[in-house]
């Protein structure tokens, strides 16, 4: 039992003060038994403060830490480093959350904030006093990483593991590699193409002898975790008649770019289908960038007057989709400058919620305005109206830059220009249990502290898989998903959470229902001295504690909650 915990209470810069009495928690738990020291902080993450506790640990001889501040999602690692560095075992470190659970949870009850924070912060200690060392677990990693998905994102993933000396096997179920890009001209912000951008980084993957690529190929099953996955691999017949070859391979992570799919307008929306010279944005970019002449033509007629409207798919006020698709604007805008600048007598009428063109990027829209393109801009709860009369396309908005003056616009050709939406696929993201998030694309686990990993470890995500981004973007998205995937099997020997469930085989009795309750098939079945037994894998275990209350003789017990440990914060919450 620990005698010499010390404890940290954070003001989080207001966070926490402004709404608990830090001070008083302070004073209320210093006495508290096996407490040696006890004291407040303005940032407890800060390098100062965490140089700060290395030394009072040495000092004051503490067996325990406990930090008193945010979410243990921002900071519990970074606390565990820092009793780490002071010596000791860094799964022994408690933290208490006093910020989402008091101070933002009561903001407007100060008095009955602080009394909660005492009581989490009593409980805490009392958790800690029976908080024993633990030791990761170690294994050896299959250093080969799977790349899924062959657009600029899984290729670029791939050429940064293949410099790093990894076997890398890309994976792509369409018979090319590119993705969408590879299906465009012209780039905006560039002097290249997408077709010769794919083709360049493509190129570059064929010299490589550490890079296998596999097209025409789906990942149809994976078994294990990190550090040792098992994927099965169905690759379609390159000629008719061929048999379906089916291959396995073990690797150590797995990188997942699987893209998106561009939105399709509903019947009737805008126009669409119901008018033949309304059209989605990526239709407009192959028709100006495959059409030749002076004048441009659809469908036999001359086009000159052509209507943007934009947010189509994204932004939606009765649709799913909510979010800005990011690169929507940016590409139209590069598109109708280069309608205008290939073609004569090209006019550009841009109906827009905003202009969204960020970075450098703002140098297209300034372009766009001094070629003369004209901007109408609505409210999201007017959209624009798309109409026939006699036999004429015409478009109609309330226009706020002319004080909600109506204005209408006969137009030769409508573009619908339409955002990203996740792909309709979703096996991949069945295979693997890769969580979503609202937009319904795959959610890391934290936008800002691991902006590509998922709560599946070994499991990265790249590029618009994860959420719209244009090509830029999904690149420094797949450096990152590249690196951290490379760092899971870079030395060879893997560490897991020690914090799992474990079965005592003489009270299990099997009858499936932890099985039943684990989300991440972490438990079999197995026969151990003639009995049939439930049996945790340490290396998929997330250690949630699903298992444990749906265990009818009680065989299952979680590492680091103890019964003398939750009874014990029980205790001092009472």
Known sequence: MKERIGVYICHCGGNISDYVDVEKVRQAVENDKGVAL?????????????????????????DGVIVASCSPKLHLVTFRNVTERGDLNKYT?????????????????????????IHL????????????????????????????????????????????????????????????????GSLAMSDEKGCELSQRIHSDLLQRDNVTILTGSEVISSKGSIGNFTLKVRRRPC?????????????GSVVVATGFDSYLPKEEEFGFLSYENVITLPDFKHLIDSFSGKF????????????????VGSRQIDGENKYCSRYCCTSVIHAAI???????????????????????????????????????????????????????????????????????????????VTGMV??????IGTLFKLPKGRDKFFNEVHMKLRPVETVIDGVTIAGACQGPKNIV??????????????????????????????????????????????????????????????????????????????????????????????????????
């Open 38 to 62: 006890a004291k407040t902080t303005v940032f407890a993450c800060s390098d100062s403060n965490q140089n700060d506790m290395v030394e009072d640990i040495k000092k004051h001889n503490l």
């Open 93 to 117: 470190y408690v933290h208490t959350n006093i910020r989402e659970q008091a101070s933002w949870a009561h903001s407007d009850d100060k008095a009955g904030a602080t009394e909660k924070t």
């Open 121 to 184: 912060v009593k409980a805490a200690i009392a958790k800690s006093r029976y908080a024993e060392p633990l030791y990761p677990h170690q294994f050896e990693a299959e250093k080969t990483i799977a790349v899924i998905g062959a657009g600029i994102s899984g290729m670029k993933a791939a050429a940064t593991l293949s410099d790093k000396n990894t076997h890398v096997i890309l994976i792509e179920k369409e018979d090319r590699v590119g993705g969408h890009t590879a299906t465009w």
């Open 239 to 251: 000629q008719a008649g061929d048999p379906v070859e089916t291959m396995e391979f073990n690797v």
């Open 296 to 311: 441009l033509e659809y469908k036999g007629k001359r086009v000159s007057r052509i209507a943007y409207i934009y947010c």
């Open 338 to 416: 280069q309608a205008k600048k290939k073609f004569n007598n090209i006019y550009n009428f841009h109906f827009n919620r905003g202009i969204r063109t960020y970075g450098k990027q703002e140098l297209l829209y300034a372009e766009s305005l001094q070629q003369g393109d004209i901007y109408l801009q609505s409210f999201e709860d007017a959209p624009p109206q798309v109409y026939a009369e006699n036999g004429i396309t015409k478009v109609k908005v309330k226009d706020v830059l002319t004080k909600n003056k109506e204005l209408e616009v006969e137009a030769d050709l409508v573009v619908l």
């Open 422 to 427: 996740p792909r309709t696929d979703n096996s």
């Open 473 to 574: 973007e999904s690149v420094n998205s797949a450096l990152s998903a590249a690196a951290k995937s490379y760092s899971h099997i870079s030395k060879g020997v893997l560490e897991t959470e020690p914090i799992v469930a474990e079965v005592n085989a003489e009270l299990c009795t099997w009858c499936g229902k932890c099985t039943e309750a684990c989300p991440f098939d972490a438990i079999e079945q197995k026969e151990i001295n003639g009995k049939q037994v439930a049996v945790v894998n340490n290396s998929v275990c997330k250690g949630c504690g699903m298992c444990a209350p749906v265990c009818p003789p009680d065989a299952i017990n979680l590492v680091n909650y103890s019964s003398e440990e939750i009874m014990s914060m029980i205790d001092a919450l009472v």
